[in-house]
């Protein structure tokens, strides 16, 4: 089971994102694990992540990601239009790409 890290200014604004990129997985039987938490609470779960993904609004945190993982895992910023659009599928799809490598 892959696990993606979604990282909001609060926890909360990728709820939907989150439901919506489960419901893509189950679709198309990908298992994964998805959470939306704040910063301060993504550095605790950070060390089982596959992958972290950085809503829009947190982009300028990246660096500060970056280096808490260090090179194991990718750190990406979600696009704006996916992230506005709550397009489930494009986040999940490149979230499985870029943990394949």
Known sequence: MK?????CAAGMSTSLLVNKMKAHA???GVEVSIEALSI???SKKID??????LGPQVRYQKPQVDEMV?????????E????????????????LKAIEG
């Open 40 to 42: 301060s609470e993504a």
């Open 80 to 95: 704006m239009k996916d992230y506005g659009m709550i397009n489930g599928k494009a986040v999940l799809e490149t979230a």
């Open 48 to 53: 089982t992540a596959d992958i972290v993904m």
């Open 3 to 7: 696990e993606i890290l979604l990282v």
């Open 26 to 28: 189950d679709e198309v």
């Open 70 to 78: 260090a090179g194991r895992i990718p750190v990406l910023v979600i």
